[in-house]
DNA sequence: GATATTTTATGCTGAAAAACATAACAAGCC
DNA sequence: GGCTTGTTATGTTTTTCAGCATAAAATATC
């Protein structure tokens, strides 16, 4: 865990939530923050650790899992660059409920409680901003507490692949998804085991749907994938 | 669907939002606020409506659900008294995506969104309150959907009763729960088929957990229901 | 580059829960 | 009261999926 790095980004770029500053602010927090690198599988925070401030992710991958019976994780979040990070719990006045780990290397950029307090206090843009991402969040987590636990698994794992897709991306080819998983994580995001995550995506990939290389999905058959993904 | 019902006591209860309203604040949301009364039964919003504002349930009971594959609704949400709803797709910038119905005859009181973003604006404690309903609720979501996918019907039963136990307390006799649920939404609730839900709770019944009176639930033996709850 | 460890792949078995069926019972309505 | 409609109860069948076992492949470690 090292200190000092480079995030000059999260101040730039008009999708992170620091565009909504006032200039004085931006120089404030430019001041204030420290950014942290955090190597590949590295823990960001952990499930009862008390929060600590607002964590911005300049670059890299995280999941969000909490760990419920048997220790089982079900990824709860995927976080991508600019995406916020440790701030429900703030507010919600409570310690952490779930765990980060980075999935690739990772700088974060964090802001201490007190210091985001006062920009919360100071200027009501920024606060909406926040406000925003909670609500957005809030939105995702009802919707995916429906999917997964109605849909079958063909379904469910349909989703998760479209949603690793609208999360992060694809590659120039306009078909790979920008994002490696291993099959265990699939499985944790997708709510069944390890076992059926593998026998699953091989089903899809024989069914032309998608195509497997390594840890590298291609979507192959877009239609297809929401079809199974809507009919559940 | 009345008018200008009595909603008084969401201004004076400590535990309602408006308790964080400057006096010349609430002076203005007495002024401009309208105030509904529901029967039972009757959507307060659905799934797809746009947003109009902050709803504060001042007096009945709410459930609010999302309709997954094959209609088959689940709960997302339970309301009581002073619960705030329907402005995280306000925040999101997004219609509902869920639907909100009476389960009693209920009072609500609807501040417009104009007028609600200029008290944010003003006011950043009540800002910070709204946040932090959100990031409970995000908390609670969060909990829940790991809890739904990964405990046995047993446990999502007894977590369920737990639940409800939690939100609307316990009759005079310290041990009936103050909420009647159809067995429906019990199984709504707690993701699981109505037979299921009927059958497991006789079980508990038998188990001597609960005793039931038509809609009516007695948790006999907490410690029990607790233990059946988090072994999940 | 050889060995250990982790990840991926696939088959088999049994448990859990959904789906279906039927009936008793209660409640609202003419 | 008699009728319809909705809710609760319980038994049976079928599907889905988790659990377990084993092996191959890939990756990490020394």
Redesign the pocket.
């Known amino acids: 865990m090292q200190k000092n790095f480079d995030c000059d980004k999260c101040f730039d770029a008009p999708e992170a939530i620091f565009s909504l500053l006032k200039p004085e602010q931006k120089e404030f927090v430019r001041e204030r923050h420290s950014c942290v690198f955090y190597k590949k599988n590295d823990v960001i925070f952990k499930e009862e650790d008390e929060p600590i401030g607002l964590l911005v992710l300049c670059d890299g991958k995280v999941k969000v899992f909490r760990e419920g019976v048997?220790r089982r994780e079900q990824i709860v979040r995927m976080v991508k660059p600019y995406g916020l990070m440790g701030f429900r719990a703030l507010f919600a006045e409570e310690n952490h409920i779930a765990t980060a780990v980075a999935l690739e290397d990772a700088i974060v950029c964090i802001i201490d409680k007190d210091d985001l307090m006062k920009l919360i206090r100071e200027n009501s843009d920024f606060a909406i901003g926040l406000m925003r991402s909670l609500a957005t969040d809030l939105g995702f987590s009802n919707r995916r507490t429906v999917a997964l636990t109605q849909k079958?698994?063909?379904g469910r794992l349909a989703e998760s692949i479209l949603f690793l897709k609208d999360t992060y991306g694809l590659e120039d080819d306009e078909s790979t998804i920008k994002i490696f998983l291993?099959?265990?994580d699939i499985a944790n995001l997708s709510?069944?085991?390890?076992?059926?995550a593998?026998?699953t995506?091989?089903t899809f990939a024989s069914e032309g749907v998608i195509s497997?290389t390594?840890?590298k999905i291609k979507i192959t058959d877009m239609k297809k994938l929401e079809r199974i993904s809507s009919l559940g």
């Open positions: 048997g079958h698994i063909r291993s099959r265990e709510n069944m085991t390890t076992s059926n593998i026998r995506l091989s497997i390594g840890r």
